[in-house]
């Protein structure tokens, strides 16, 4: 379900300070992760927690990819019986989704990989439904009746996720990334290291400073145009955003087909084009990112009074640029 890497940008001047940045690349997770960290340099050190981060990214690659055949999440979507055994990680993950599906009224929904394959983002089938088609709406409400977390139930003894719809399949795009971002916060935290900042296309944790104190900055950038709509000097926490721009195809009518969907309508959301959610979570923010896009933007402010600890940006449709008090302070 999101993030194009492009959309944030990152202010590293690093004129203070006395030693350059250590950073890693990596393309995993089908996306480009960062990490960057601001120590005194310890190349044997900082070479360990690299591998160890790169060792966390394989597995977790392995285990919830949505495209591997042997991935635990493909296991469990090919299931052949109602109930399938799952690992910690997954229960983990399945029972944050529950949780916050029910929070935000049905919004935020793992099970919208009916919807997914429909209207094949990937461009891998030659047929694109259109949005603005009423042909098909027949379909739509089908595939809809599969699209329900509450087909969804798990145990933690055994540990088991049981399906009450053998139709329903689960997507963890609007989670998985999130959870990541907060597992590598985690091992640095661990590790002793204070001031970093962790990217996995554009899901970001940012750590202290840089070298020398100097503040770590980022530039939230316009979806649409040139140009920062909010700069923000941060000291600890994650900055998530969705939008529309990152995997999307043009139907005929020239409606705008991307991965971010309406749980209750089944169309691709067309209310918004970005919403950056900020606070001390980073899977927090990234359920809130693609849980609350297809809202408007009262309702996004409505709904961020159960997440004090949580902020806003919203582009809408209209290209207007909404965003709560206290975000980027």
């Known amino acids: 379900m999101k993030k194009l890497i492009l959309y944030m940008m990152l202010f590293l001047l690093l004129t203070s300070c006395s030693t350059a940045p250590q950073k890693n690349i990596y393309f995993k997770m089908d996306t480009i992760v960062e990490i960057t960290i601001f120590q ?15 060792r966390f990214l394989d597995e977790w690659d392995d285990r ?3 495209s591997k055949a042997t991935s635990e999440l ?5 299931r052949q019986s109602d109930t399938v055994e799952i690992s910690k990680d997954m229960l983990q993950i399945l029972e944050i989704s529950l949780h916050y599906s029910q929070v935000l009224g049905g919004y935020f929904d793992i099970t919208v990989k009916p919807l997914k394959d429909f209207w094949d983002i990937s461009g891998e089938g030659e047929y694109l439904p259109d949005p603005r088609d009423s042909n098909i709406n027949d379909t739509l409400a089908k595939i809809l009746k599969n699209v329900n977390y509450a087909a969804i139930n798990t145990l933690r003894n055994p540990r088991r996720v049981i399906f009450s719809n053998a139709e329903t399949r689960i997507d963890l795009g609007g989670i998985a990334k999130g959870v990541a971002v907060d597992r590598i916060r985690m091992l640095l935290d661990d590790r002793g290291i204070t001031n970093y900042i962790v990217n996995i296309g554009g899901d970001l944790f940012v750590s202290g400073s840089k070298c020398g104190g100097e503040a770590i900055v980022i530039g939230v950038r316009h979806p649409r145009e040139d140009g920062v709509l909010r700069v923000i000097s941060a000291d600890r926490g994650a900055l998530i955003t969705s939008g529309d721009y990152e995997r999307f195809r043009i139907a005929g009518s020239g409606a705008r087909v991307h991965h971010i969907f309406d749980a209750k309508s089944g169309l691709p959301v067309s209310k918004n084009i ?3 959610i900020s606070g001390e979570s980073a899977i927090v ?8 896009f297809a809202l408007s933007e009262g309702e996004i402010r409505e709904r961020m009074k159960q997440f004090p600890n949580y902020e806003f940006l919203l582009v809408d449709s209209a290209q207007n640029v909404y965003y709560s008090e206290n975000f980027g302070k």
């Open 74 to 78: 493909s296991r469990i979507n090919s």
């Open 40 to 54: 005194e340099r310890n190349n044997r050190k900082t070479k360990r927690i690299f591998n160890e981060i790169e």
């Open 64 to 66: 919830f990819s949505p």
């Open 285 to 292: 923010a990234d359920v809130l990112s693609t849980g609350l």
């Open 274 to 276: 970005a919403l950056s």
